[in-house]
């Protein structure tokens, strides 16, 4: 069987930096789950079926890689789907400290175990919210999300 990992996120929308960890991820494991957060206290710009659709397409080349959405508790849905490890990216020192926190209770709540991962470095500026706010503005976002994204960005904000 092997390996499970789940990588779980808003993605709103899907960034280069996301995509890094996410096929960094693949390598490492037998099978990643890609989870979208359909979280309806949020307001997303793209629905969940949305970013799923968006994932789908974005990491259609990673033969182990699942997208689907989900919501409630992470460690419910870790468990669920028998997920061995969750996976996090991490741009800065900034996101540790909130995550390690949110690990800590994962750890506590399940015993489910959290590995970071760090972004690349030519990713550690990125960012959903300000990938949002550039394309809102009518700024490129080309070299910052798959060209399918920048794509659906440009038709939303049309």
């Known amino acids: ?3 499970t ?11 280069n930096g996301h995509l890094d960890i996410i096929e960094r991820a693949a390598q490492r494991f037998d099978a990643l789950i890609v989870g ?8 997303p710009l793209f629905t969940a ?16 890689v699942e997208v689907e959405a989900f919501s409630g508790l992470l460690v419910e849905y870790a468990t669920q789907r ?5 996976v996090k990216g991490l741009r800065a020192v900034t996101d540790f400290e909130y995550e390690i926190q949110m690990a800590q209770m994962n750890h506590s709540l399940a015993g ?5 991962m760090t ?13 949002r706010e550039v394309a809102k503005l009518g ?12 794509e659906r960005l440009r038709e939303r904000f049309a």
């Open 1 to 3: 069987m092997g390996l």
């Open 5 to 15: 990992a789940l990588c779980p996120g808003t993605f709103d929308p899907v960034t």
């Open 36 to 43: 979208v957060l359909d979280n309806p206290s949020k307001q």
């Open 49 to 64: 079926e949305e970013r799923v659709t968006l994932l789908k397409e974005v990491t259609q080349g990673l033969n182990n």
């Open 82 to 86: 028998g997920a061995d490890v969750v």
């Open 112 to 116: 489910v175990e959290t590995l970071f």
């Open 119 to 131: 972004t690349a470095p030519q990713w550690s500026f990125l960012s959903s919210s300000l990938v």
């Open 139 to 150: 700024g490129d976002v080309g070299g910052l999300v798959p060209p399918v994204v920048a």
